[in-house]
């Protein structure tokens, strides 16, 4: 599972499940991300055999399986514990991570902004952004929002073109914010009409 593409089919997760639960490493890491994604890590007895497997992975250094625990950890709100590793990870790791380098640079560049590191956040998540990684996009996004609201504006709006609608709602919420400090009433009401707008495509049952 790239950052580029999203999740994979279903046919391929149960693919992944066998083969984890035979003990093949990249499996176990491909299954433990996508059920890390969706919040059902550690949830369930059938795919603890292969979650054993990815977390002996981890302890043994794997540099993949230690990308995806930061990104557990981060998911997990434990952003300190989630920084050590992924750092760990760029130090000695990264020109062994393959396929798998762009999901790294995301979860630590999502890390970084957590832990208020925004000059290595922003750089790392808009060098993604330029490379075609729509992931990057609402996080840069995010991160840009209380320094440079209009350029925040930009990357949020194509990420919520390609489906993330609650990009739309940060928009919106960016828009009322500069209507509060908007210096004329005109100026105000246009930002207003604009947040109105965001909203309602944030709305998956507006109708237009």
Not at 43 to 53: D, I, L, V
């Amino acid at each position: 599972m790239e950052a580029s593409r999203g999740s994979k089919s279903g046919l391929a997760s149960v693919l992944w499940f066998t083969a984890a639960s035979w003990g093949f490493g990249p499996s176990a890491c491909s299954l433990v991300a996508i059920l890390a994604a969706h919040g059902e890590y550690g949830k369930s007895t059938a795919t603890a055999p292969a979650e054993r497997r990815f977390r002996a992975l981890v302890k043994a250094g794997d540099p993949v399986a230690m990308a995806i625990e930061g990104d557990i950890l981060y998911r997990q709100g434990k952003y300190s514990e989630a920084e050590a590793i992924l750092r760990k990870v760029q130090q000695k790791h990264a020109a062994d991570l393959g396929n798998w380098e762009p999901n790294f640079r995301l979860a630590f560049g999502k890390t970084l902004a957590r832990r208020d590191k925004m000059n290595q956040a922003i750089a790392m998540l808009r060098a993604l952004a330029d490379d075609g990684y729509i992931e990057a996009d609402q996080q840069l996004g995010s991160a840009l929002r209380s320094t440079d609201p209009d350029e925040a504006l930009q990357y949020l709006f194509k990420a919520g073109c390609t489906g993330a609608l609650h990009c739309f709602e940060e928009m919106a919420t960016i828009e009322l914010d500069k209507a509060a400090n908007a210096k004329n009433s005109s100026d105000a009401a246009d930002h207003r009409l604009w947040a109105g707008e965001l909203a309602r495509l944030a709305d998956r049952k507006a109708e237009f």
